[in-house]
């Protein structure tokens, strides 16, 4: 998605070490990781409703007719 070489990765670290401070780094890491798992754990389950969905729909139809 997005490549970085060294020099721009030591960038951008040096300035998120300057804006936070060293204390308040780890939770920002920490807290931008469980956003981040929250999201993937978010956008995976709704395909998987959407198939849930889909199953549930193709298997009343039938019954419907009845």
Avoid: H, Y
């Avoid at 936070?20 to 990781?33: I, M, N, Q, W, Y």
Wanted: no cysteine; net charge positive; glycine share 8%.
């Amino acid at each position: 998605m997005f490549s970085f070489n060294t020099s721009e990765l030591i960038l951008i670290l040096v300035i998120a070490l300057v804006v936070f401070g060293p204390g308040k780094l780890p939770e920002v890491g920490k807290a931008l990781g469980r956003s981040m798992q929250e999201f993937r754990k978010a956008t995976s389950g709704e395909a998987q409703e959407k198939e849930k969905i889909t199953e549930i729909t193709a298997e009343k139809k039938p019954e419907e007719k009845k």
